[in-house]
């Protein structure tokens, strides 16, 4: 006898029906999978057999053949256990087929019949509640994550056997509930409050406008001046998650594997940290999976990258394209998949190979020919594509050991909360976020400086030997500035301050 | 042949140098002279020049080489200067001793005749060296003082720089040919001083790569070409301690500038000041009187500015040397936004100078 129910199988954060069939006919004892699986998928005859035996069901003693439909489309993952030993109780009429057919179904068997959690139920969640299925039952394990999607029916199950008494009708169960995911949403703990960080105004102040414009930032210091510590600190100043924001951000890392299934869902911006020694596959993603890389884990968050010119240069060049468009294409010789990728940069890196150049705390005894080389190792596109480049300096003694705590986090990001509110209104329907993805048309149209304001910028570049392409850099931290002020237009004071933050196109002159 | 030709000649044979030419022409008095007995008094010859150096020079001697060498010149675009050119300066010509016999050029040569001082110090010069440079050169040049230096990292290209900041003619001179422009990262800032009028010369053919015994052999020149040479930083063992010594040798002012009491770049000054070669300066004023000129008369007046009270505030804060943003930021009480902007527009009006965007201070000198 011949059954078939569905499931889903991915493609990149994308899901896809696949219709899981199994035959069973006359013949010698044999089990045999069609249909492009990987090879956990052809293990999972093994799993199958003894969850049904051990679930007390009869395993036909007869050829088997399981089908996954599209033939032509390569699945992946240990989805297929649970659909595949339905199909086969139900071909084997252990199983009422007609209840089974309005489900669908994933998981993973384990060898005495429980059903393991799997990864990208959430993209897959959402994939059938798109398909047009009304009913969805997935691992127990699973369901945190798989509770925020609405207007589909979802069942969690522990084992095979009672998944077999649901469908029966044996032992009837609700629905899971639906959550709203703004109810979970909170602030993520974060490593460092700007309370404690002593002294760094001005680091702190390019922290709280790049935040609040969602502009890249660069930290330049010695070592020791506290550039790791400030950056850490970022994430208690940032907007809190969106839902929509925080379900794309979910199904990216529920797709990776990186989700905390207690937790069902990203609950706070991202804070990826990646090694120096990482390669382009690990950041961009790859793999012959294609697997989401850093930069799309953090997606909607941070990607801090410490000591810049450590990272080998090709590695960082592949960063060009997702900081310019907010997604990156993986393309495998299977498969192709485009990953989001909007996030905001943060990087620090020393001054000079020996970390002191410019430095009061020590003189620094690099030469030029070093320092230049060092610095090549950043190419000239990728800087500029950083808004603003700060220099931090080692704290004085004398600052570290005042008593009075300096502002905390929570006040910046009020501020930081009320210019996100400004761009949000700003850009409505646009397509753009925040200030630092303006296009070129919008910079034209919201950064409209005050005469006076105009002319100002015009003598700081000629005086000052800011680079051209310097230009918008300081008119989008400029009109990020105005908003944090609560500012309509761009004035004088706002353009002033934003030319503080170019200082790699002047700094080094030998 | 005429008398150019003949040093484009000897200039190109390796071994004839200055003292063994003299020695010729103690002899024979007029290059002519000397050619019309090459061949005759080859014996004699050889004893002043060495056998090697004579084949060397024999085979050279040979109009269609000469004519070929100067057709090198020409076709790198490079113009020569020989000592019977009426434009080779008369402060190298009379220098008594290693007297190039060619001057390669581009750019300006009458710059040589003009007056001129020399800059130079320490290729790792500090920021506040650079800031003596620039406040320096800009009062030497308003005087009209020409900026002599060496196109190295450091104090000379500071001096370059400021000179064409300021407007003034500089000249560069290297160490190594004029195809090799040391170090090579210079070769934009080179051709900047060019553009500007200026003037880069070296005593080397244009393919010569430089070598450790090149730079401090240049220095007689930088030192030459100058009324006087300004020390503003230098290590014990710096090259500019080179141009000091022949700058003493061709009887020239030096003037040094005190550095930082506690930089290695005072060691240097403080040996020149204590074997007698020169004599610390505290203001550009100090080597004009030295020198005999009159501070510029109409110096650009400096604009009347409108400074409103936040950035009177920080130019308060800033009178007692250099702070940086963070402290400026605790003392002045303003906002970011106020403190970011008025910065900015001190820097502007040239009152305060910024390292990075994080170290300020005051900003003009006089």
């Given at each position: 006898?011949?059954?078939?129910?569905?499931?889903?199988?991915?493609?990149?954060?994308?899901?896809?029906?696949?219709?899981?069939?199994?035959?069973?006919?006359?013949?010698?004892?044999?089990?045999?999978?069609?249909?492009?699986?990987?090879?956990?998928?052809?293990?999972?005859?093994?799993?199958?057999?003894?969850?049904?035996?051990?679930?007390?069901?009869?395993?036909?003693?007869?050829?088997?053949?399981?089908?996954?439909?599209?033939?032509?489309?390569?699945?992946?993952?240990?989805?297929?256990?649970?659909?595949?030993?339905?199909?086969?109780?139900?071909?084997?009429?252990?199983?009422?087929?007609?209840?089974?057919?309005?489900?669908?179904?994933?998981?993973?068997?384990?060898?005495?019949?429980?059903?393991?959690?799997?990864?990208?139920?959430?993209?897959?969640?959402?994939?059938?509640?798109?398909?047009?299925?009304?009913?969805?039952?997935?691992?127990?394990?699973?369901?945190?994550?798989?509770?925020?999607?609405?207007?589909?029916?979802?069942?969690?199950?522990?084992?095979?056997?009672?998944?077999?008494?649901?469908?029966?009708?044996?032992?009837?169960?609700?629905?899971?509930?639906?959550?709203?995911?703004?109810?979970?949403?909170?602030?993520?703990?974060?490593?460092?409050?700007?309370?404690?960080?002593?002294?760094?105004?001005?680091?702190?102040?390019?922290?709280?406008?790049?935040?609040?414009?969602?502009?890249?930032?660069?930290?330049?210091?010695?070592?020791?001046?506290?550039?790791?510590?400030?950056?850490?600190?970022?994430?208690?100043?940032?907007?809190?998650?969106?839902?929509?924001?925080?379900?794309?951000?979910?199904?990216?890392?529920?797709?990776?594997?990186?989700?905390?299934?207690?937790?069902?869902?990203?609950?706070?911006?991202?804070?990826?940290?990646?090694?120096?020694?990482?390669?382009?596959?690990?950041?961009?993603?790859?793999?012959?999976?294609?697997?989401?890389?850093?930069?799309?884990?953090?997606?909607?968050?941070?990607?801090?990258?410490?000591?810049?010119?450590?990272?080998?240069?090709?590695?960082?060049?592949?960063?060009?394209?997702?900081?310019?468009?907010?997604?990156?294409?993986?393309?495998?010789?299977?498969?192709?998949?485009?990953?989001?990728?909007?996030?905001?940069?943060?990087?620090?890196?020393?001054?000079?190979?020996?970390?002191?150049?410019?430095?009061?705390?020590?003189?620094?005894?690099?030469?030029?020919?070093?320092?230049?080389?060092?610095?090549?190792?950043?190419?000239?596109?990728?800087?500029?594509?950083?808004?603003?480049?700060?220099?931090?300096?080692?704290?004085?003694?004398?600052?570290?050991?005042?008593?009075?705590?300096?502002?905390?986090?929570?006040?910046?990001?009020?501020?930081?909360?009320?210019?996100?509110?400004?761009?949000?209104?700003?850009?409505?329907?646009?397509?753009v976020y925040g200030n630092a993805k303006m296009t070129s048309e919008q910079v034209r149209r919201f950064c409209a400086l005050t005469p006076e304001a105009k002319e100002l910028l015009q003598a700081a570049f000629e005086r000052l030997g800011l680079s051209a392409r310097a230009y918008t850099r300081v008119l989008k931290v400029a009109r990020t500035i105005a908003d944090l002020a609560g500012d309509e237009r761009v004035g004088a004071d706002a353009v002033m301050e934003a030319v503080r933050f170019r200082s790699l196109d002047k700094k080094y002159t030998f | 042949m005429t008398e150019r030709d003949f040093f484009l000649w000897i200039s190109g044979v390796p071994g004839w140098t200055w003292r063994r030419d003299e020695r010729l022409k103690e002899y024979y008095g007029d290059y002519r002279h000397l050619c019309e007995r090459w061949k005759t008094d080859r014996a004699l010859i050889e004893s002043a020049l060495t056998p090697e150096v004579y084949e060397a020079a024999d085979a050279a001697l040979d109009p269609k080489s000469i004519a070929k060498r100067a057709e090198a010149f020409a076709r790198a675009k490079i113009n020569v200067l020989t000592p019977a050119d009426e434009l080779y300066p008369d402060s190298i010509r009379n220098m008594g001793y290693d007297v190039p016999f060619i001057l390669t050029y581009v750019g300006n040569p009458e710059l040589m005749s003009c007056r001129n001082v020399a800059i130079v110090g320490s290729r790792r010069s500090s920021a506040y060296g650079a800031r003596m440079t620039e406040a320096f050169v800009k009062s030497l040049a308003g005087a009209g003082l020409g900026i002599v230096s060496g196109l190295a990292y450091g104090i000379d290209s500071h001096a370059h720089r400021a000179a064409l900041a300021a407007n003034a003619p500089t000249i560069a001179v290297l160490g190594s040919g004029l195809r090799h422009i040391t170090p090579p990262s210079h070769t934009e800032l080179a051709r900047e001083i060019v553009r500007a009028g200026g003037l880069v010369v070296s005593e080397f053919d244009p393919d010569f790569g430089g070598s450790p015994y090149s730079y401090p052999q240049r220095n007689r020149l930088i030192a030459a070409l100058s009324e006087g040479v300004l020390l503003v930083e230098a290590g014990s063992k710096s090259g500019a301690l080179y141009t000091v010594d022949h700058a003493v040798e061709q009887g020239k002012d030096v003037f040094l500038i005190p550095a930082e009491l506690d930089s290695e770049n005072f060691a240097g000054l403080k040996s020149a000041y204590e074997s007698g070669k020169g004599n610390f300066v505290y203001a550009p004023d100090d080597v004009l009187n030295a020198l005999g000129i009159e501070p510029a008369q109409n110096r650009p007046e400096k604009p009347v500015l409108q400074l409103d009270m936040n950035c009177q505030k920080i130019l308060d804060s800033l009178s007692a040397g250099e702070l940086n943003y963070d402290s400026l930021f605790e003392s002045a009480g303003l906002t970011h936004s106020e403190l970011g902007a008025c910065l900015t527009k001190l820097e502007l009006f040239g009152l305060i100078g910024a390292r990075g965007n994080y170290y300020y201070r005051i900003g003009e000198l006089d």
């Open positions: 006898m011949l059954a078939k129910l569905y499931s889903f199988g991915l493609n990149g954060i994308d899901g896809f029906t696949v219709e899981v069939e199994a035959d069973i006919h006359r013949g010698m004892p044999a089990f045999e999978t069609v249909g492009l699986p990987d090879a956990a998928i052809k293990e999972s005859k093994e799993r199958v057999r003894s969850a049904i035996k051990n679930g007390r069901f009869q395993y036909p003693t007869t050829r088997i053949t399981v089908n996954l439909a599209p033939a032509d489309q390569k699945k992946v993952g240990s989805f297929y256990d649970l659909p595949i030993a339905l199909c086969i109780l139900a071909a084997s009429e252990q199983l009422d087929y007609e209840r089974v057919k309005e489900f669908c179904f994933l998981g993973e068997l384990a060898l005495d019949g429980r059903v393991r959690r799997v990864q990208g139920i959430l993209p897959i969640a959402i994939a059938a509640k798109e398909s047009g299925f009304r009913k969805l039952v997935i691992p127990e394990e699973n369901l945190a994550e798989a509770s925020f999607i609405d207007g589909i029916e979802i069942y969690g199950v522990g084992s095979l056997g009672e998944t077999v008494a649901f469908l029966n009708g044996e032992t009837p169960r609700a629905p899971l509930t639906h959550r709203e995911a703004c109810a979970v949403l909170k602030q993520g703990e974060t490593s460092g409050d700007f309370r404690y960080i002593k002294g760094q105004y001005f680091a702190k102040r390019a922290l709280e406008i790049a935040a609040a414009g969602g502009h890249n930032i660069l930290l330049i210091g010695p070592p020791g001046a506290g550039k790791t510590m400030l950056a850490k600190a970022l994430p208690g100043i940032l907007p809190d998650l969106t839902p929509a924001e925080a379900l794309e951000t979910t199904k990216i890392h529920s797709v990776a594997g990186k989700l905390d299934y207690s937790e069902g869902i990203v609950r706070s911006r991202p804070f990826r940290t990646p090694h120096h020694t990482t390669t382009a596959a690990a950041l961009t993603g790859g793999g012959s999976n294609a697997h989401p890389g850093e930069i799309s884990l953090a997606h909607n968050g941070v990607l801090y990258l410490d000591e810049l010119p450590e990272y080998d240069k090709h590695v960082l060049e592949t960063l060009r394209q997702p900081l310019e468009d907010g997604v990156i294409t993986v393309a495998r010789s299977m498969r192709s998949v485009t990953y989001p990728a909007n996030f905001m940069m943060v990087a620090s890196m020393n001054p000079c190979p020996c970390g002191y150049y410019g430095s009061k705390k020590r003189t620094c005894d690099c030469t030029p020919a070093e320092i230049k080389r060092y610095l090549g190792r950043i190419s000239g596109p990728l800087l500029d594509r950083i808004d603003l480049q700060v220099e931090v300096d080692c704290v004085e003694y004398s600052e570290l050991t005042e008593p009075a705590d300096a502002e905390d986090s929570a006040a910046v990001k009020t501020r930081v909360d009320a210019a996100r509110a400004r761009q949000t209104e700003r850009f409505a329907d646009s397509g | -």
